[in-house]
Nanobody, 116 residues
Framework: QVQLAESGGGLVQAGGSLRLSCAAS????????MGWYRQAPGKQRELVAT???????NYADSVKGRFTISRDNGKNMVYLQMNSLNAEDTAVYYC??????????WGQGTQVTVSS
């Protein structure tokens, strides 16, 4: 069993930066993939970034070059560094952990609001 807790969201001006953190409690395996989803008002949930246990990353086209995902397996944490934020990035951001055989865990979300 795994619990995920996001932090670091808030209000930021366009062009600014935020760093989101996700702390995992319970048993986390090195093979677990982790990442971030977001859901903006009136829009479907969108996969933002993922990182495998081996460090391979993938990003949504909308954030590529601006966001960076990283993880610290020793501390069971994953991070999302968000730079050059714009109003389109306003959303609730959710941390997730994806275990093999389709076992997934989700955090409660943290609000990111970008003012123009």
């Amino acid at each position: 069993q795994v619990q995920l807790a996001e932090s670091g969201g808030g209000l930021v001006q366009a062009g600014g930066s935020l760093r989101l953190s996700c702390a995992a409690s319970g048993t986390v395996f090195g093979s677990d993939a982790m990442g971030w989803y977001r859901q903006a008002p009136g829009k479907q949930r969108e996969l933002v970034a993922t990182i495998t246990g081996g460090g391979s990353t993938n990003y949504a086209d909308s954030v590529k070059g601006r966001f960076t995902i990283s993880r610290d397996n020793g501390k069971n944490m994953v991070y999302l560094q968000m730079n050059s934020l714009n109003a389109e990035d306003t959303a609730v951001y959710y941390c997730y952990l994806a275990r093999r055989l389709g076992v997934d865990y989700w955090g409660q979300g943290t609000q990111v609001t970008v003012s123009s």
